[in-house]
């Protein structure tokens, strides 16, 4: 008996499907798949319209020279596209969430015989179905939320193809994810810790995540081709974002840890494959709190942002085109950062009037900074401070009394004029 099946050619990156109809004639077209699982379901599918003739009278869609596109074939199509023109991160990003959308969204549990779901017969309640069968699974709603972005994406571009005449939008329910950013980075004590915990090599590929801000995938990728050790430059060419190709400086632990590996060409540190979960046991050996190679971009950013580094100058170092994400994300400060910033206050109150008055003003003598602020000394104290027993003509800006009210003079309180609004004619 004839059988049905799917193959490839060294000529085309989709699978080809071959197949029989009702008289014994056999087939043989491009499923315009790459997904395995894709292919099949479209085989499948077509091969339920060449033998049953009242389906295709039904379901015009499902004719050989128009099959119906289904919820699989429509996700493999969206990676297939992506794999053109968008980074390999987002390509194999899209084809994981496109698995779990293939495997809870492939079958109709409101058809009796449980044919594959076709995108023009999915529906709004169908995909909320979706989102409560993630959560069962204990995905989170980020992931999930991830995973409608694909669906949408993959729904827009049937549409564009003719093959879904329905709105996308309208299929996708309201879900909110609250996105909390992670806010590890590595001290350098930590470091310390955890770069016995690996090999020379892993050891080297950590130090080069580190100093060069790079994403994991552009870490892989950086050849020694890329170094200039006469400008002592490391181009990065990344492919995410716009400003991902970017020219940095050698910092001089990469310099000292490359030169002694100087090489003419090949990659330098190559792929890190389970990344992560090598990290994850190298910082619990080390008994410090795991971390991830994005944990790696924003040490490096923090470690910059408490120096005092502005935010655009870190955005461009590690490829982003604003310095949004640094404010929002990579840049995080320590306690030692905010301590020094406190300490640019200008003075310390002191305590003036009797023992019961709660009324306190700013303390201007003693030596001032550079910038004409007083300084504060490790005690708290901003020079030489006023007693309480200070004559009020030395105060120049003594409080006046209206009422039972205290008021702060001249000099204290801003201007108000400095808070008034514009008239809108001017």
């Given at each position: 008996m004839a059988q049905t099946r799917l193959f490839k050619t060294a000529k085309s990156p989709y699978w080809q499907a071959?197949?029989?109809?009702?008289?014994?004639?056999?087939?043989?077209?491009?499923?315009?798949?790459?997904d395995k699982r894709a292919a099949a379901e479209w085989l499948r599918q077509r091969e339920r319209a060449v033998h049953d003739p009242a389906h295709a009278a039904t379901h015009p869609a499902s004719t050989p020279h128009k099959p119906s596109h289904s919820i699989a074939s429509a996700l493999g199509r969206l990676v297939d596209v992506a794999s053109t023109n968008l980074s390999p991160g987002t390509v194999r990003m899209y084809a994981e969430k496109g698995g779990h959308l293939v495997r809870l969204l492939t079958e109709n549990p409101d058809l009796p015989d449980s044919q594959p779901l076709t995108v023009g017969e999915l529906h709004l309640d169908h995909v909320q179905r979706y989102i409560g069968r993630r959560l069962d699974e204990g995905a989170a709603r980020e992931t999930v939320r991830k995973e409608l972005c694909t669906l949408s994406r993959a729904l827009k571009l049937a549409r564009d193809r003719g093959m879904f005449h329905g709105d996308p939008q309208a299929l996708i329910p309201e879900f909110r994810a609250p996105y909390r950013p992670r806010e590890r980075f590595l001290t350098t004590d930590e470091l310390a810790l955890l770069l016995p915990e690996l090999s020379p090599h892993r050891q080297m590929w950590l130090l080069v995540a580190i100093y060069s801000g790079g994403r994991d995938g552009e870490v892989d990728r950086l050849c020694w081709e890329h170094l200039d050790w006469r400008n002592e430059t490391i181009r990065i060419e990344g492919?995410?974002?716009?400003?991902?190709?970017?020219?940095?400086?050698?910092?001089?632990?990469?310099?000292?840890i490359l030169g002694k590996e100087r090489k003419t060409q090949g990659p330098i540190v190559g792929e890190w494959l389970n990344v992560r979960r090598d990290l994850a046991a190298a910082c619990a050996r080390a008994k410090i709190e795991r971390i991830s190679p994005n944990d790696l971009r924003r040490t490096l950013a923090s470690w910059l942002k408490q120096q005092g580094e502005d935010s655009f100058i870190v955005a461009q170092i590690l490829g982003h085109s604003t310095s949004r994400m640094v404010e929002l994300t990579y840049g995080k400060v320590d306690m030692g950062a905010k301590k020094r910033a406190f300490a640019k206050l200008p003075g310390n109150l002191a305590e003036v009037g009797d023992g019961n008055s709660t009324s306190q003003r700013f303390c201007t003598a003693g030596p001032q900074s550079a910038n004409g602020l007083p300084t504060i000394s490790a005690s708290g104290s901003a020079g030489s401070t006023?007693?309480?027993s200070t004559p009020e003509t030395q105060n120049p800006n003594p409080r006046r009394e209206l009422g039972s009210a205290s008021v702060l003079g001249a000099g204290i309180e801003p201007a108000t004029r400095g808070f008034s609004v514009r008239c809108s004619t001017c």
């Open positions: 071959e197949y029989y109809d009702r008289l014994g004639n056999r087939h043989r077209d491009s499923t315009r798949c790459t492919t995410k974002t716009d400003g991902s190709h970017r020219l940095i400086p050698f910092h001089p632990v990469l310099r000292d006023l007693s309480a």
